[in-house]
């Protein structure tokens, strides 16, 4: 898992198709962008934390914010 995570998906043929199928098995998205977020994501879904939501937008008074991981509830 952490070698998925950490991985470069450009040339790779086939990974797109791993990546789908192991999202569909862990039931948990993995995220393409920094090796961070990604290797996170993995730490939390082997974790006993609830699923987090990602990529959740904050509205500032003067911006806006995304965060890679947030817990709602």
Do not use: C, H, W
């Not at 998906?9 to 993995?30: A, H, N, S, W, Y």
């Not at 993995?42 to 003067?62: H, N, T, Y």
């Amino acid at each position: 898992m952490e070698r998925l995570v950490t991985m470069p998906t450009r040339g790779r043929k086939g990974m797109p198709v791993l990546r789908m199928l192991l999202q569909e098995r862990i039931g948990f998205d993995l995220v393409d962008g920094n090796p961070f977020e990604s290797l996170m994501a993995a730490l939390i879904a082997r974790s006993d934390l609830p699923k987090p939501a990602r990529q959740v937008m904050v509205v500032g008074s003067e911006s806006r914010y995304y965060l890679d991981f947030a817990f709602p509830e």
